[in-house]
Nanobody, 121 residues
Framework: QVQLVESGGGLVQPGGSLRLSCAAS????????MGWYRQAPGKQRELVAV???????TYADSVKGRFTISRDNAKNTVYLQMNSLKPKDTAVYYC???????????????WGKGTLVTVSS
């Protein structure tokens, strides 16, 4: 019933920019936090950025100063603005949300299917 749908991935040259979006839909009471993870071929999935319900943000050291996470609470949507992209940023980017579905009193994790970001010349 609850779904996360990512968009905005694609092919970009080194130094370029992309903006990812993730919209949560369904019977949601409250979203506690939303974030982005990524997984490159042959590597483990890693945290990229998180934005908490309070609005506070956390970034992986590898993306600090280049990526910005933001949200639109009215749309249950989180964004990831990616600037100065590098080939090492190439990965499938997954949206994650910790939220309370209607009828629950605790948070649960949900994942999107992922969107591919390829940084190459």
């Amino acid at each position: 019933q609850v779904q996360l749908v990512e968009s905005g991935g694609g092919l970009v040259q080194p130094g370029g920019s992309l903006r990812l979006s993730c919209a949560a839909s369904g019977s949601i009471f409250k979203i506690n936090a939303m974030g982005w993870y990524r997984q490159a071929p042959g590597k483990q999935r890693e945290l990229v950025a998180v934005i908490a319900g309070s609005g506070s943000t956390t970034y992986a050291d590898s993306v600090k100063g280049r990526f910005t996470i933001s949200r639109d609470n009215a749309k249950n949507t989180v964004y990831l603005q990616m600037n100065s992209l590098k080939p090492k940023d190439t990965a499938v980017y997954y949206c994650n949300a910790n939220l309370h579905p209607l009828g629950t009193y605790y948070g649960m994790d949900y994942w999107g299917k992922g969107t591919l970001v390829t940084v190459s010349s």
